[in-house]
């Protein structure tokens, strides 16, 4: 019967095998799939593994601090953290088309984490016997992701889904991916049996993209601001409604090209929209919205327009997937 404990066992089992002695390298995200991967591979390889943390700006707030304190707190894993933002920021200067977006996100973050791992690599030959390098990566693909990126069968692709240790084009490495044929729940049951903290187990799913698929329009450094200010109120508000394990996720979605007219203070503004998107799933693939009380949307909507001054409306998607899909983009 599965039980985590087994699955855990079994698949710190066949990492070590896999793994032997050589060493091994894994992106990290702040999400849980990316986490609950690095932690079961630390458990069966120790600190043959260096974990590297991509900082892509386009973190929610606090998302740094959660991987580089928290997460190395629980697992004692060895972290390299590469600060990106700058890079990112230019080369999505001008860029609003959703895919392109997800392409040249998807691209950078191939070639800033691809040269982190060559220096992992460098450095772990110089301290090597054998002068091996790094040969294994890990990454937290899950099977949702298998399916959806058309790695299933016969499904197209729906969104290029990018996923944090993204696959190099040229791959150098071998890949590890002990959650490949799992799903979210399972993986955070896994998570749990691993010993990390219920804040990373029970974090909602961000996509690898992360707000630069939520801010409809052009990304730049204060709209990005904004939004990460709106999204912090409306996850403080739902964790202190004790909702979060009632939804699937709520993505915070700015819509930066849309203007409306309010009054804000003492007189009119023109300010921005914010879309609540929360969701209920079981697996991503299919979203029911989710009926939030009405009491908890009324308080987010006054504190996002009370505290963040370039929005001035906050609305609620009420689609489902299909025919809506999760994310905006
Ligand atoms: P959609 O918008 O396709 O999202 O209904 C389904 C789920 O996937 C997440 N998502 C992503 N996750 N890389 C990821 O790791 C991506 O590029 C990506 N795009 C969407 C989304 O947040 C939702 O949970």
Redesign the pocket.
């Known amino acids: 019967a599965w039980t985590p404990g087994r699955i855990l066992d079994e698949q710190v089992r066949l990492v070590r095998e896999r793994i032997g002695d050589e060493r091994v390298i894994c992106g990290l995200?702040g999400?849980v799939?990316s986490a609950v991967a690095a932690a079961l591979v630390q458990r069966a390889v120790g600190d043959q593994l260096t974990c590297v943390f991509v900082d892509h700006g386009l973190l929610r707030e606090g998302e740094r601090e959660q991987v580089e304190q928290d997460f190395v707190a629980a697992t004692g894993v060895r972290l390299v953290t590469v600060d990106a933002r700058e890079r990112f920021l230019s080369a999505l200067a001008g860029v609003t088309d959703p895919e392109t977006k997800?392409k040249i996100i998807g691209r950078e973050f191939i070639r800033v984490f691809e040269q982190a791992a060559a220096e992992v690599s460098a450095a772990a030959r110089t301290d090597s016997p054998d002068g091996a390098g790094v040969r294994f990566l890990v990454q937290g693909t899950l099977y949702?992701?298998v399916v959806?990126s058309g790695g299933g069968t016969g499904t197209a692709t729906?969104?290029?889904?990018?996923?944090?240790g993204g696959l190099p084009e040229d791959l150098t490495f071998e890949l590890v991916e002990p959650l490949r044929t799992l799903f979210k729940d399972e993986v955070r049951l896994l998570g749990a049996e691993l010993g990390l903290p219920a804040a990373i187990i029970r974090r909602h799913?961000?996509?690898?993209?992360g707000l630069g698929?939520r801010i409809i329009g052009e990304v730049t450094a204060d709209r990005l601001a904004t939004l990460r200010a709106a999204d912090l109120v409306v996850r403080q508000e739902m964790t202190a409604a004790g909702v979060d394990d009632q939804v699937?996720?709520c993505?915070v979605v700015l819509l930066a090209d849309v203007r409306s007219v309010g009054v804000q203070g003492d007189g009119r503004s023109y300010g921005h929209p914010v879309v609540l998107r929360p969701v209920t799933?079981e697996d991503?693939m299919t979203?029911d919205w989710s009926r939030l009380p009405y009491d908890l949307l009324a308080r987010i909507s006054n504190r996002i327009t009370g505290e963040v001054p370039e929005i001035n409306r906050v609305v609620l998607d009420i689609t489902s997937?299909p025919p809506g899909?999760?994310?905006w983009e």
Do not use: L, M, Y
Not at 158 to 164: A, E, P, R
Not at 205 to 209: C, D, Q, T, W
């Open positions: 995200s999400g799939d997800r949702p992701d959806e729906i969104k290029s889904h990018h996923n944090v799913p961000f996509p690898g993209p698929i699937w996720q993505p799933s991503a979203a997937k899909t999760i994310e």
